[in-house]
């Protein structure tokens, strides 16, 4: 395993990331984002995109926790906040593409145990057909929605403090 990959195989329902900030790992995207103690606790519950409304109120929550993070300069935190931010983007367009939020056909094959979601990059489904899109992606309420999100996670993803402090993690706990 890489020493910049996210490690799956930690004991998350034991691992409290704030007292235990060197186990952390940023990996790719979302990944740990519903894994990652205290954080799942403090910022999943304010994590909604069901309207455009209740999208931007919850980007402004997690956004202002994101800016809470840095300011105690808890690196951890601020990222699972950055990583919330995505995933309300992501989780919308999901939505905005597909009602049903499922991009993938179930085809009904076999798949490779290998190759095991979360484990794997994606979806279970990877690989089967993808549903047809709706006819209104760009304009629904999810894809505002996704929108608002996607504004406020580029926010995050590209402060000059939360670059910094990412730099500063790494080079204090990927040795």
Same mark, same amino acid.
């Given at each position: ?13 034991? %691992?409290?990331?704030? %007292? ?5 790992? %940023?990996? !790719?995207?979302?990944?740990? !984002?519903?894994? !990652? ?25 997690? &956004? ?11 690196? %951890? ?18 939505? #905005? ?16 145990? #290998?190759?095991?979601?979360? &484990? ?22 999810? #894809? ?7 504004? &406020? ?8 403090? &939360? ?13």
């Amino acid at each position: 395993m890489s020493k910049n990959a996210f490690n799956y195989s930690l004991d998350f329902d034991k %691992v409290d990331f704030r %007292v235990h900030p060197e186990l952390y790992r %940023v990996g !790719v995207g979302e990944q740990g !984002v519903l894994l !990652v103690q205290p954080y799942k606790s403090e910022i999943l519950p304010h994590w909604r995109f069901k309207t455009e409304e209740i999208a931007k109120e919850s980007a402004e929550k997690i &956004y202002a926790l994101f800016e809470e993070y840095l300011q105690a300069n808890d690196f %951890v935190g601020a990222d699972m906040a950055r990583k919330y931010l995505q995933m309300g983007f992501t989780r919308a367009r999901r939505y #905005a593409n597909h009602k049903s939020g499922k991009k993938y056909e179930d085809d009904g094959k076999e798949k490779d145990p #290998a190759l095991a979601y979360p &484990y794997s990059s994606g979806s279970k489904n990877k690989g089967n057909s993808i549903r047809s899109q709706e006819q209104d992606a760009l304009t629904n309420e999810k #894809a505002k929605a996704a929108a608002i999100f996607k504004t &406020y996670w580029f926010k995050a993803k590209d402060n000059p403090t &939360y670059l910094q402090q990412k730099e500063a993690f790494k080079k204090q706990y990927y040795t």
